[in-house]
């Protein structure tokens, strides 16, 4: 991919996710939708990685909601989800120095990092009045509210969460380096059930960037509240 020509801060300006519209009603679904499509599909090919687009335009990716009734309960949430991940896990690469095995996967990790929700959730109602909108050069507060009846899809092939992510990456032929999984698969760091606590620890200790990819994940879930 063409990241390694780019400097820190043009990483930066042109990963930066861009204000989308608000999700009032179905109607402007398919707006925001196309908006997120459109900013994925260009730091796929920015990254080489066009296949990843692709593989998530023919699933769910862009409908489902980040969580059932926690942050982003609201379809297309689980794509601003990711995304701001993935600027966030850059910011933090950029200003911290981290130092990775590919230089593309602060970006792979924070976009690919819960595809166990692709079709995880069932959406049900008309929204009403829910408002996606974000901007991450502002750090804007997302302010979102009811309409949207959203339950749990429990019809899954694979168990868990981080282990669903890594599990359906791989069977949809996503290429992925060892650090890459370990990012993905622990990115929920110690908020997971006490018996894979010392995985979690091996994991870190031997890939430090698994700690940032937890801290991507929780400053984007419940500072920038999406």
Known sequence: GAVGLMTDSDMLRHFAPKAVKEVKNKADYDIVKDDLKDY???????????????????????????????????????????????????????????????PESPLLVG?????????????????????????????MVKAYSGGWNISYNNVQLFPGHGERSVLKLLS???????EEIACIRYHMGAFTDKSEWE????????????????????????????
């Open 40 to 102: 994925v599909c260009d730091m796929c090919d920015i990254l080489g990685r066009h296949e990843i687009y692709e593989w998530l335009a023919s699933t769910s990716f862009f409908d489902m909601p980040a969580s059932h009734n926690r942050h982003g309960s609201f379809p297309t949430a689980l794509a601003q989800h990711s995304i701001l991940v993935a600027y966030n896990l850059l910011r933090f690469t950029v200003s911290n120095r981290l130092s990775w095995k590919n």
């Open 111 to 139: 976009l690919l990092h819960d595809a166990c929700k692709i079709d995880g959730y069932v959406i049900n109602g008309n929204g009403e009045h829910c408002v996606a909108a974000f901007d991450c050069g502002n750090r």
């Open 172 to 178: 949809a032929g996503i290429r992925l380096t060892d």
């Open 199 to 226: 995985y979690y620890k091996a994991a870190a200790k031997k890939f430090p960037n698994v700690l940032w990819t937890h801290q991507a994940d929780i400053v984007t879930s419940y500072i920038d509240n999406i």
